[in-house]
Nanobody, 127 residues
Framework: QVQLVESGGGLVQAGGSLRLSCVVS????????MGWFRQAPGKEREFVAA????????YYADSVKGRFTISKDNAKNTLFLQMNSLKPEETAVYYC????????????????????WGQGTQVTVSS
């Protein structure tokens, strides 16, 4: 059974950087893709970035292109999100998610396309 555990969140000043990690525990991840989402208080969960596990194809929200980089280490079952030039409005709980191979098309930006979720890690960007 797959369990995802995020880490690396914290408090950072606007314009600063953070690197989030998500470790797949329980068993090695052999699914199709993993992604990052964030949820600010009172708002719906928002897509940030995703990556296919085998091929490494990446997807980004328009708002983070050029600033965030998603990457992975298959051997270590770890997903990363490098976040640069952070903005106060990006304060949120950041979640990692995983998707197994399935019969329905992969929709990287849709939360419902993912099967497994971590507990989240808080990112706070101060003004």
């Amino acid at each position: 059974q797959v369990q995802l555990v995020e880490s690396g969140g914290g408090l950072v000043q606007a314009g600063g950087s953070l690197r989030l990690s998500c470790v797949v525990s329980g068993r090695p991840f052999s699914g199709y893709a993993m992604g990052w989402f964030r949820q600010a208080p009172g708002k719906e969960r928002e897509f940030v970035a995703a990556i296919t596990w085998a091929g490494g194809a990446t997807y980004y929200a328009d708002s983070v292109k050029g600033r965030f980089t998603i990457s992975k280490d298959n051997a270590k079952n770890t997903l990363f999100l490098q976040m640069n030039s952070l903005k106060p409005e990006e304060t949120a709980v950041y979640y990692c998610a995983g998707r197994d191979y399935g019969s329905r098309p992969y929709q990287p930006r849709e939360p419902s396309t993912y099967h497994f979720w971590g507990q989240g890690t808080q990112v706070t960007v101060s003004s």
